[in-house]
């Protein structure tokens, strides 16, 4: 086979698998409840046939598995086997055979890469860091790819990373994930053990955002809307449709992280004998990595509860900002459970006079305030509650951030009964804005 049918891929059985002529030894394999990607050969180091797990269709596209294989396939062509390194790695050592297989002028960078990202990134990234990884370790590196790790010096280090100056925060994220797949080569000892890692050596603290760009310029300063503009902004939002409007009533009614707020689900929301109560899990927060973070509780009052129980009727226990695909005939996502924060940010964006980009959007009447984020209605919410009195730890509490060092070990007090006031006096305070 080689043209893709996701139709044919969809109604594959279990042990069914599909092969592609043009990518020998690439499949894509069905079990009960999943599709993988694989990579069936024959190793160079024993002569018998394994085969190595790639990702698993839909998250990972044809595309992306056609990348992989070619990193998987030329790691063997050098003489190592991919599924031994693998095995290897979640064992923690590097066996006999696969040492020897392992030639110093034979392990290229883009073995590095590969390992890396089979034995480290595959096993501890959601689907959508893996790859956001995989783009940042394909084209950007192409010109390093084919040497030795061993033969990469401060100055090829620094050019690579030079020529990505202009966009400062994606050579960062190169920058860290050559330093980490590098940490992980030498780790495996793969690369040889006196070799440098310049990654974590140059352009430390040089590579820093500059900002949004709007008509040409850098903005930096972190913006928040007056009540003038939060008067103004607020009427005028439904005509950017109900999703639009409703989540952004949701960033200033209660200061809560876009990405949480289109990820809710009607299975999060409790009646309690105080109200209305939305508990963001863990793993949904920006801190799930942090050890002492817990689940993340928010009172609901005013617009933020009625635009809830709305959807909440509507869309019952399942996710509440639920995820339509377009009627045009663009591409749908078909893994997507909800809206995006990003769609939001863009829509909103598209509105602006100064859209530089594809499909404006123009409405009536026009955004009657300029230069705003979805993101700046959090901070404008928190900016608020601060200037109506609410101390620091109880206005850190209410939009979600872990608290700092010792006092996050000691003080596990969660400020329900405080969240529920300043939420009501926040909810009053922007209904007497629109009112006016």
Not at 212 to 224: A, H, L, M, Q, S
């Amino acid at each position: 086979m080689t043209k893709f049918d996701a139709k044919r891929a969809k109604s594959l059985q279990p042990k069914e698998h599909i092969a592609f002529d043009d990518f020998p030894g690439l499949r894509l394999e069905a079990t009960k409840t999943r599709r993988t990607w694989t990579y069936r050969f024959k190793s160079p180091v024993d002569g018998n046939m394994r085969q190595v797990k790639l990702g698993s269709w839909p998250a990972m596209p044809l595309p992306a598995a056609v990348a992989e294989w070619e990193a998987q396939r030329s790691a063997r062509d050098a003489g190592a086997d991919p599924a031994l390194a693998k095995r290897e790695a979640r064992n923690g050592v590097l066996g006999a055979d696969a040492r020897t297989s392992l030639l110093p002028d034979s392990y290229l960078v883009k073995h590095v890469v590969a390992d890396y990202l089979a034995g480290h990134v595959e096993h501890n990234a959601s689907a959508s860091v893996l790859r956001n990884t995989r783009y940042a370790l394909g084209e950007p590196i192409l010109p390093i790819i084919d040497m030795t790790p061993e033969s990469i010096t401060r100055q090829i280090a620094f050019k690579l990373l030079e020529g990505l100056r202009d966009r400062p925060t994606y050579a960062n994220r190169i920058k860290g994930e050559l330093a980490a797949a590098w940490d992980y080569g030498l780790d495996a000892g793969r690369i040889k053990e006196n070799t440098p890692n310049w990654w974590r050596q140059i352009m430390r603290g040089k590579l820093r955002s500059k900002g949004r760009t709007r008509n040409g310029e850098r903005v930096t300063e972190k913006r928040i809307l007056s009540d003038r503009e939060i008067a103004a902004v607020v009427p005028w939002l439904p005509v950017l449709g109900e999703d639009v409007s409703d989540v952004s009533q949701m960033y200033l009614w209660t200061g809560q992280r876009g990405n949480e707020i289109v990820a809710m689900r009607g299975d999060e929301l409790t009646e309690e004998a105080d109200g209305l109560w939305w508990t963001i899990p863990k793993s949904k927060t920006k801190n799930k990595r942090v050890e002492r973070a817990t689940a993340h509780r928010v009172p609901l009052f005013g617009r933020a509860e009625k635009i809830i129980r709305r959807r909440w009727a509507k869309y019952g226990a399942g996710y509440l900002f639920p995820y339509t695909a377009p009627k045009t005939g663009r591409r749908a996502a078909k893994d997507r459970k909800h809206i995006t924060q990003a769609s939001i940010g863009q829509i909103i964006a598209r509105c602006q006079p100064y859209w530089e980009g594809n499909n404006p959007i123009t409405t009536e009447p026009p955004i009657p305030v300029t230069g705003w984020t979805p993101h700046d209605l959090r901070r404008t919410a928190r900016t608020m509650i601060g200037s109506m009195g609410c101390v620091n730890d109880i206005g850190e509490e209410i939009i979600g951030h872990v608290k700092p060092g010792v006092v996050g070990i000691y003080n596990l007090y969660e400020y329900d009964s405080e969240k529920r006031e300043w939420l009501t006096k926040l909810a009053g305070r922007l209904e007497s804005l629109v009112a006016v």
